[in-house]
């Protein structure tokens, strides 16, 4: 991954330049971006391998609109910023597509860490061989990382890919919250086990009926 490049929106320039410093000592190249328009600007122009993005950003468009708006123009991984500490801000954040999300302050060692995870899943298995798996009516194809519904692409946020490709690979079984954490996003996950609920949530809502997802009381949730 080296000198592949990070877009870091950020206002605080104390944070920025901390994050940049530590991401460089990784190898990557760095572009930094004080507010939400130019960071939405940075992004189109640089085709980053993904986004630091904090939540409060200062003028007409925070963290949470600039999320939505990397959405609707790609798949670009996003990792979120919030100094606070509340559900409500870190749900949001994960139902508008974003990847994962760390509460200021934070360890910039466990923040790259973070950013290694998530590029990883993105990569997906290096030695695996591309299929299409099947999910109801969607077709799952590990390949290309696409999910498509009657021959027709659904966009899908990098996580929100992985764990439809997890319930495909486990149809039939009623997995639990703690379960799909540790399959999808690792052992080594600190949050909430509700981040599952709202990637679910953007799940039946992005495929609809053609995902038979269904709510297991108690439990978690099964496909088909």
């Known amino acids: 991954m080296s000198e592949a490049t990070i877009v870091v929106v950020e206002d605080d320039q104390h944070i920025a330049d901390l994050v940049e410093l530590y991401l460089r000592q990784e190898g990557f190249r760095v572009v930094q971006a004080a507010n939400g328009e130019r960071g939405i600007e940075a992004v189109r122009n640089q085709r980053p391998v993904i986004v630091i993005l904090d939540v409060g950003l200062p003028g007409r468009i925070d963290g949470l609109e600039v999320c939505r708006r990397l959405r609707t123009d790609g798949a670009v991984p996003v990792l979120m910023l919030t100094a606070r500490d509340g559900e409500v801000d870190r749900v949001l954040g994960l139902e508008l597509g974003a990847d994962d999300y760390v509460t200021k302050p934070f360890s910039p060692r466990e923040l790259v860490a973070r950013v290694r995870a998530i590029l990883r899943r993105a990569e997906g298995p290096p030695k695996e061989a591309p299929g299409v798996l099947v999910a109801g009516d969607v077709e799952v194809d590990t390949g290309r990382r696409e999910a498509r519904v009657s ?33 999808v996003w690792g052992p080594d996950w600190y949050g909430d086990e509700r981040t599952v609920d709202a990637h679910v949530r953007q799940l039946r809502k992005k495929l609809g009926d053609a995902l038979p997802l269904a709510t297991v009381w108690g439990v978690g949730y099964r496909l088909g």
């Open 151 to 183: 021959g027709s692409v659904v966009p899908l946020a990098t996580r929100e890919f992985d764990l439809l490709q997890f319930f495909a690979e486990n149809a039939g079984l009623a997995l639990s919250r703690r379960q799909l954490l540790e399959g």
